[in-house]
């Protein structure tokens, strides 16, 4: 029994493309005899013709990946773009050295290497990003000595 005719008409019907439609191959006696839209809304309610669903993108391997990357696995330098500068947030690095310079001139201000007034000052120019680093402020504390 051929049933093309009927394949065509509901993929038309349900606008999907006639490689979707399934027909039951058991069925088929009674397929052909259908010819009316309603004769096949009947046979798609007794599921003797079906639409199959399109078959997505696998996701299994991209939650596998995600799992990797929660470990921190998947980061050597070959995955790696571009400098450690640029992979690390300006912020955090603004934090990082601001943070240890002010750490030093509290040492320093408890230790009475330095006075209230220049603690304030030194304070202050730090805070402006004056200093590169700690050496660079230890430096210039030394110049003020001189």
């Not at 773009?81 to 947030?89: D, E, V, W």
Request: one cysteine or more; hydrophobic letters at 30%.
């Amino acid at each position: 029994m051929n049933t093309r005719q009927q394949k065509e008409l509901v993929a038309r019907m349900t606008c999907v493309g006639k490689d979707r439609v399934w027909v039951s191959p058991y069925n088929a006696e009674e397929i052909s005899s259908a010819i009316t839209r309603h004769d096949m809304r009947t046979l798609i309610g007794k599921d003797i013709i079906k639409i199959v669903r399109i078959r997505g993108q696998s996701r299994v391997r991209a939650r596998t990946i995600l799992l990797q990357k929660k470990k921190s696995q998947r980061c050597g330098p070959g995955s790696r773009k571009g400098t450690s500068k640029t992979r690390t947030p300006h912020k955090a690095e603004w934090m990082k050295k601001i943070r240890a310079l002010r750490a030093d001139l509290l040492k320093m201000k408890m230790k009475n290497f330095i006075k209230p007034e220049e603690y304030t000052k030194l304070y202050r120019l730090s805070s402006s990003g004056f200093f590169r680093n700690k050496t660079h402020l230890n430096l210039y504390i030394k110049k003020l000595r001189e």
